[in-house]
């Protein structure tokens, strides 16, 4: 114990006479294992966020709808309905709610000028797998999908736009030839950039509403919720097998689940990451070599001192242990600096983020970082260590 205990000391009194030189020696090192749990961090964020993205559409989710046939109208009884959702959501195990929906391209006054909205008819059961975040006012109730009451949901952009920092609830909103009431301000739980339904200006009804104004009873989507995420897959087959079973031979629908889309942007992070993470690990390689440098050269510089120790006892192992320690120092030092350096960063940009989005930190690439970074340190520092350890004390003392 008091041969390791003067053995590190010797070390680090070699280390602080120089100090620039250790530093700088250090500095791969603090970059790749930084590296490293940045990629991580940034991997896991993204990740999160499209997982959210995703998720804001609705959790377990299967959609259907009816593929178009270009410059070809089809017949009516390709088109879902609401039939589809009744056997939908009695006749497919494990599913939790069902929602229908029908798109229309309409117009608004605002300001004199004539704008495009998109009005959205929506079953019930909508708010259920889309949970909008209602801003002011309400949703539909019972009451008014059963007597058809001319009422609507307007979104935030559009409530701003048409009526300013006025209170929206109870105006008039005209749409064409159709005038309806305003009772509910709402926005998505987590944007989806108008890649639903959802437009930035879109007005919310009830589907019966729509229908008694087209006279056309029809969906253009059905969304069927699984209980669970291992239900999405067999509940996806089984949709398609009913809409199959219920329309003529010559109706296609377009089934498909998120899951699919999930996994496609959790394959794209996770080869990011690979790649990211092998160019840290080529940093933390580059890092090594200098460390090994650096050593040789100060083996070279240490000669006389080496044979010194050697003259009055020192054993071959306790110089090796000696410069091991000094390579496991610069290494490890480098290290905790740079997974410090790793964390503050996120830590610090998670003040600039929305409040929605976290930035997670792994544990598991801390000590990824902590472990390679040493290990690069003790692999490349050996050979010097060994070089040194196996000089003899005369050569070495006669050494100028």
């Known amino acids: 114990m008091m041969d390791l205990r003067e053995t590190v000391s010797v070390a680090i009194d070699a280390l602080r006479a120089n100090k620039v030189r250790a530093m ?14 940045l990629v991580v961090t940034v991997a896991l964020t993204s990740q999160k966020f499209v997982i959210s993205q995703i998720e804001a559409v609705g959790s377990n989710l299967v959609s259907a709808s009816l593929v ?23 006749e497919i195990p494990n599913v939790t709610a069902v ?4 798109e229309l391209p309409m117009t608004v006054v605002v300001g004199g000028q004539v704008r495009p909205v998109n009005l959205v008819g929506v079953t019930e059961g909508y708010q259920v797998i889309r949970r909008l975040v209602i801003l002011r006012g309400r949703y539909f ?10 009422e609507c949901l307007i979104t935030k952009d559009l409530a701003e736009r048409m009526y300013g920092l006025e209170n929206p609830i109870g105006r008039s909103l005209r749409m064409g030839e159709l005038t309806f009431s305003v009772i509910g301000v709402f926005k998505e739980r987590v944007s989806t950039f108008g890649l639903t ?18 006279g056309v009873d029809v969906l253009r989507t059905i969304y069927v919720q699984a209980a669970h995420p291992e239900n999405v897959e067999a509940v996806q087959r089984q949709l398609t097998h009913l809409l199959a079973s219920r329309h003529p031979a010559g109706a296609v629908y377009d089934v498909v689940t998120l899951t699919a889309i999930l996994s ?15 160019v840290a690990f080529i940093a933390l390689l580059i890092s090594g070599i200098g460390i090994m440098n650096i050593m040789l ?7 006389r001192e080496i044979g010194i120790r050697k003259a009055i006892g020192a054993a071959r192992k306790e110089i090796m242990y000696q410069f091991l320690i000094e390579a496991f120092l610069i290494s490890g030092g480098g290290a905790v600096l740079g997974i410090l350096i790793g964390i503050a960063i996120p830590v610090t940009a998670q003040l600039l983020l929305p409040g929605n989005l976290r930035v997670p930190i792994s544990p598991a690439s801390v000590v990824v970082a902590f472990v390679v970074s040493c290990s690069t340190g003790l692999l490349f520092g050996y050979l010097p260590a060994n070089q040194a350890a196996k000089l003899q004390p005369i050569e070495s003392l006669r050494y100028e």
């Open 197 to 214: 339904e959802i437009q930035k200006e879109s007005v919310i009804i009830p589907i019966p509403l729509m229908s008694y104004y087209t």
């Open 99 to 102: 929602a229908g929906l029908r």
């Open 68 to 90: 178009q046939t270009p410059d070809k109208s089809q017949p009516l009884n390709y088109e879902l309905n609401a039939d589809d959702l009744t056997a939908a959501k009695t």
């Open 264 to 278: 496609a942007a959790q394959n794209i992070s996770r080869g990011l990451t690979i790649m990211l993470v092998v």
């Open 297 to 303: 050269v100060t083996v070279k510089e240490r000669t």
């Open 24 to 37: 700088l020696t250090s500095l791969g090192v603090i970059i790749g294992s930084a590296s490293i749990v």
């Open 141 to 150: 109730d019972a009451q008014d999908v059963e007597a058809r009451s001319k």
